[in-house]
T-cell receptor, first 108, second 113 residues
Framework: GQQLNQSPQSMFIQEGEDVSMNCTSS?????WLWYKQEPGEGPVLLIA?????ELTSNGRLTAQFGITRKDSFLNISASIPSDVGIYFC????????FGAGTRLTVKP | DTAVSQTPKYLVTQMGNDKSIKCEQN?????MYWYKQDSKKFLKIMFS?????LIINETVPNRFSPKSPDKAHLNLHINSLELGDSAVYFC?????WGTGELFFGEGSRLTVL
């Protein structure tokens, strides 16, 4: 099946720092998405990308759909404590595949 | 108003028992899913239904049987529970088949003793 490689696995940063995480695949996807999961909750959609090369922002979050359609990155600028959670990339083709997640910890 | 609601939120049971998890969405979506999240937080799709019809049935033991009585409901029944079934099960819905924009429930944590 289609495998997604998400990195880094975890990040420990200071409040105010910028964060970058990425996802790569051996297969092409039609859509790349980024979700955030907080403890005890289900994942929530942050950003959806539909075209190769597309760069989309949602507040302090910016994500890009790679030109090759096999990768995507998510940046978070000026992190705050409530950014804590697990961030999942997801690629959608025939069905949805999720990366293993990046666990983000923000120290005040 | 909860968009995707699952019950129960927690389930503790013995090996060999049969249990069900229910899911309802009030978003008017056509497509519903069951995902399993293991202890390492990896999310794996189990089933996908579109307008009550089974679309995706991943390699899941046939002890797991989904049922969609109508577009707004997708239930999961598990027979002869095993220790390895312990996980968090997420129901999700999407407006139509072919979109990756999923709305997830809060999850049902199943613990098999």
């Amino acid at each position: 099946g289609q495998q997604l490689n998400q990195s880094p696995q975890s990040m420990f940063i200071q409040e105010g720092e910028d964060v970058s995480m990425n996802c790569t695949s051996s297969s092409i996807f039609n859509t790349w998405l980024w979700y955030k999961q907080e403890p005890g909750e289900g994942p929530v959609l942050l950003i959806a990308l539909y075209k190769a090369g597309e760069l989309t922002s949602n507040g302090r979050l910016t994500a890009q759909f790679g030109i090759t359609r096999k990768d995507s990155f998510l940046n978070i600028s000026a992190s705050i404590p409530s950014d804590v959670g697990i961030y999942f990339c997801a690629g959608h083709g025939r069905d949805m595949r999720f990366g293993a997640g990046t666990r983000l910890t923000v120290k005040p | 108003d909860t968009a995707v609601s699952q019950t129960p939120k927690y389930l503790v049971t013995q090996m060999g028992n049969d249990k069900s998890i229910k899911c309802e969405q009030n978003l008017g979506h056509d497509t519903m899913y069951w995902y399993k999240q293991d202890s390492k937080k990896f999310l794996k799709i189990m089933f996908s239904y579109n307008n009550k019809e089974l679309i995706i049935n991943e390699t899941v033991p046939n002890r797991f049987s989904p049922k969609s009585p109508d577009k707004a409901h997708l239930n999961l029944h598990i027979n002869s529970l095993e220790l390895g079934d312990s996980a968090v099960y997420f129901c999700a819905s999407s407006p139509y088949w072919g979109t990756g924009e999923l709305f997830f429930g809060e999850g049902s944590r199943l613990t098999v003793l």
